[in-house]
């Protein structure tokens, strides 16, 4: 599964490569998540992403990292982003794709059991596993309007730990955000996030105020997380 990040915006890039120097000449973000800090298997995330826009052949580059650790799981990913910006006079309409590894492993704590052990559906402790991973998308930029559909762990990549066999899960995600200039110095941006895996969906909506273009504000809310 993938991490649902409560900051989704500073995060695009993980779940949408289209959005890969949309926004920004250059982008840098890291994001580390601790949750329910001292419970045993609690889950903790790192997403760290950079992209770049190359104006001379309308299109953005980048690179990123993902760390996901719940109960006895732990995945690394790495993922090469591509996208070629279409310009559409005062919008662009970009396609994105992204390529890399994803790694799974199990703690070596995880299972205690009898020696030898005689279940073959028991993964041995501290094995790992790699597959190709890939991610596509189409996002819209416009000053007002940003949109984006996106597909994550298109190939559904399988890990083989012993006799057992684990998939990882297409998530498909939207999102929208309108940005509104009350002056100069003061913007209102709501934004809302839906990522599903066809059995559940999660949704997550932020309204943000920004003064000065440098200061932000704000409340966010999520269903079903």
């Known amino acids: 599964q ?12 993980s779940t949408n490569p ?26 903790n995330s790192l ?10 052949i309308k299109s953005g580059i980048g690179v990123v990292y993902r760390h996901d650790a719940i109960g006895f799981n732990r995945q690394h990913k790495f993922l090469a982003n591509y996208a070629y910006h279409l310009k559409l006079k005062e919008t662009v309409l ?3 794709v992204a390529g890399g590894v994803e790694l ?12 030898p052990v005689n279940d073959p559906s028991i993964p041995t402790p501290g094995g790992r596993d790699a597959a190709f991973t890939s991610n596509v998308g189409i996002a819209f930029h416009s000053k007002v309007v940003n949109a984006g559909i996106s597909c994550t762990q298109l190939t559904a990549p399988k890990f083989l730990l012993n006799t057992s066999t684990y998939s990882a899960t297409r998530h498909y995600w939207m999102f929208l955000e309108y940005h509104h200039e009350f002056t100069d110095n ?10 599903t895996d066809n059995v559940k969906s999660t949704y997550m909506a932020s309204l943000m105020a920004v003064l000065y273009q440098k200061l932000w504000f704000g409340v966010n809310y999520s269903v079903d997380n």
């Not at 993938?2 to 890039?13: D, G, L, R």
């Not at 289209?18 to 889950?43: C, E, I, M, S």
């Open 2 to 13: 993938e991490p649902a990040i409560t900051q989704f915006w500073n995060t695009y890039a």
């Open 18 to 43: 289209a959005t890969t120097g949309l926004f920004y000449k250059h982008a840098a973000n890291a994001h580390y998540r601790n949750q329910w800090d001292g419970v045993n298997g609690a889950p």
């Open 47 to 56: 997403n760290v992403n950079y992209g770049m826009r190359l104006e001379k």
């Open 94 to 96: 970009s396609f994105g």
């Open 104 to 115: 799974l492993s199990i703690k070596k704590s995880a299972f205690i059991t009898p020696t």
């Open 186 to 195: 003061l913007s209102i941006q709501p934004r809302i996030q839906i990522v």
